[in-house]
């Protein structure tokens, strides 16, 4: 019996080597269950940002944050693309992938135009269209140019603050614009 019990207790023992297990604390489970929570308006009107907006949650979740607001730079860019494409300027395309300084040169140079000469959707929301220009210069220049260009390693509490504000930015997006 002995020789039978060390004999499984090897095996065992190999068996439970060759598995890895993380534990997710249940504060951060919700995260990594259900990543599109809170977001189903949004991703309505901008469906491409589901894969990163879950890695975004899912990467939060395992406490890799600088991952985590990688792909929050990802999803805030799809936004970016669609305020651009408000503009109706074809050197905006989507497809051409025009850098986000070029998308917010053009946002400038529009809100600077009387108002009866800017676009059809910029002419009917002004302070809209004010609001998210300003918000995504801010989030280019505090996170996603740091963040790409490795300037910037991130913690929870800093991650959060772009998760809020990545959030509040899309939202206000998805209420006038989409894809």
Not at 129 to 139: D, L, Q, Y
Request: hydrophobic share 40%; glycine share 2%.
């Amino acid at each position: 019996m002995k020789a039978f019990i060390e004999e499984l207790d090897g095996r065992l023992r190999d068996e439970l080597e060759s598995v890895w297990f993380m534990h997710v604390p249940d504060s951060a489970a919700k995260l990594y269950n259900n990543p599109r929570g809170g977001w189903e308006e949004t991703i309505m009107k901008f469906p491409s940002i589901v894969l990163d907006l879950e890695e975004a949650k899912k990467c939060s979740a395992l406490s890799r944050y600088t991952a985590s607001v990688f792909h929050l730079m990802r999803v805030i860019e799809t936004g970016l693309r669609a305020l651009g494409k408000s503009l109706n300027d074809n050197s905006l395309d989507p497809k051409t992938n025009p850098t986000w300084e070029k998308i917010l040169r053009r946002c400038d140079t529009e809100l600077q135009k009387p108002l009866a000469h800017r676009s059809p959707q910029w002419q009917q929301n002004e302070h809209f269209f004010s609001e998210a220009t300003a918000n995504i210069r801010a989030v280019k220049d505090a996170w996603r140019n740091p963040t790409l260009h490795v300037e910037q390693v991130y913690d929870e509490e800093r991650a959060r603050d772009v998760f809020n504000a990545v959030t509040a930015f899309m939202r206000h997006l998805a209420t006038n614009i989409s894809e």
